[in-house]
């Protein structure tokens, strides 16, 4: 069965019921068209279906255009949806406002339908180029998971979000075990392909769609796990554990089974104000290391009077 190609989603924000037709005219043979015809309306779409461009009128009843602009620049879920006005406002002082608070190009009315379509494509080209290159620039080039500076911009991300809804958030950190001595013995070509085995293994073990995994470091990685607590953060971390035993890489040198395996630490917390994620990474490290310190190949977490729960796996 031939794919269905992509159909670029677009927001038309209009509160004139002609210029919405005029721009659905226009547009609607190659993209999804929404439609708001409030500010208000605009704000919310743009948070819940994610568009991949806006059109923006600015001379609205209520929340005016400007102040749309404003806002969705101002809201990381929405802040790189580009912007189009589409206005009748023609002075080179408002062009200028509006390209300043972050509008990408500027489309006076009345429109011209070719001309509307050329510069959509445009930014919808220039969207998917910057897309791909932030893509790019967060995935680790060695297992092809996401990398530290993901898990950085994530986890701040899954804080804010667990701080705001009162939600908890768990953390499993992962380090190979003896890795350095697999290297020594079957070399590095070796021991990058056992990272890549594990990196999947991992990535496949992780259920929900809002289940991150990263490459901390090194030998080490990183798992995100939002509305999730202890005991579940920690069933996750054994059922970690035991996919990448069960892979059953031949190690030599390990005092469990002679295969590779991995020790993890546990930790959750359900932010509060003046909390910060450090608290969080820190919990998870000092059970990675309990995690080790007992013998590795296994999962360790911090018990609600402050003990280690280790389990093997």
Same mark, same amino acid.
């Given at each position: 069965m031939q794919a269905v190609?992509?159909? $670029?989603?677009? +927001? @038309?924000?209009?509160?004139?019921?002609?210029?919405?037709?005029?721009?659905? =005219?226009?547009?609607?043979?190659?993209?999804?068209? &929404?439609?708001?015809t409030s500010g208000? =309306?605009? &704000?919310?779409?743009?948070?819940?279906?994610? $568009?991949?461009?806006?059109?923006?009128?600015?001379v609205m009843e209520g929340l005016d255009g400007l102040e749309v602009c404003r806002r969705l620049k101002a809201d990381e879920a929405t802040q790189a949806i580009p912007v189009i006005f589409v206005t009748g406002l023609s002075g080179e002082a408002d062009e200028a406002h509006g390209l300043e608070i972050g509008a990408v190009d500027f489309i006076t009315k009345p429109i011209h339908p070719a001309v509307v379509r050329a510069r959509v494509r445009t930014h919808l080209v220039l969207k998917q180029q910057s897309d791909l290159l932030r893509t790019l620039a967060l995935v680790d080039a060695l297992t092809g998971v996401p990398n530290r500076r993901f898990f950085d911009e994530q986890l701040a991300a899954d804080w804010r979000r667990a701080l705001r809804d009162g939600h908890s958030i768990a953390l499993v950190m992962i380090?190979?075990?003896? !890795?350095?001595?697999?290297?020594d013995h079957y070399g590095h070509q070796a021991g990058d392909h056992a990272l890549q085995r594990v990196a999947r293994s991992v990535g496949a073990g &992780?259920?929900?769609?809002?289940?991150? +995994?990263?490459?901390y470091g090194g030998e080490? !990685?990183?798992?995100?796990? $939002?509305?999730?607590?202890?005991?579940?953060?920690?069933?996750?971390? =054994?059922?970690?554990?035991?996919?990448?035993?069960? +892979?059953?890489?031949?190690? @030599?040198?390990?005092?469990?089974?002679?295969?590779?395996?991995?020790?993890?630490?546990?930790?959750?917390?359900?932010?509060? $104000?003046?909390?910060?994620?450090?608290?969080l990474l820190r919990r998870a490290d000092e059970q990675l290391y309990e995690a080790k310190r007992l013998g590795r190949g296994r999962a360790c977490a911090a018990g609600i009077a402050g003990e280690a729960l280790?389990?093997?796996?």
């Open positions: 190609p992509h159909r $670029p989603r677009l +927001l @038309v924000v209009d509160d004139q019921p002609a210029n919405v037709q005029a721009l659905y =005219q226009a547009l609607s043979d190659e993209h999804q068209i &929404l439609v708001a208000e =309306q605009a &704000l919310a779409l743009a948070r819940d279906k994610r $568009p991949d461009l806006i059109l923006l009128d600015i380090d190979v075990d003896v !890795f350095k001595r697999y290297n &992780l259920a929900r769609p809002g289940d991150r +995994l990263a490459r080490e !990685f990183a798992c995100i796990l $939002p509305d999730t607590d202890t005991a579940g953060a920690l069933e996750v971390a =054994q059922r970690l554990g035991r996919a990448v035993h069960d +892979l059953g890489i031949e190690h @030599v040198h390990s005092a469990i089974d002679g295969v590779l395996t991995i020790s993890l630490g546990v930790a959750a917390i359900t932010p509060t $104000p003046g909390d910060e994620p450090a608290e280790a389990t093997r796996y």
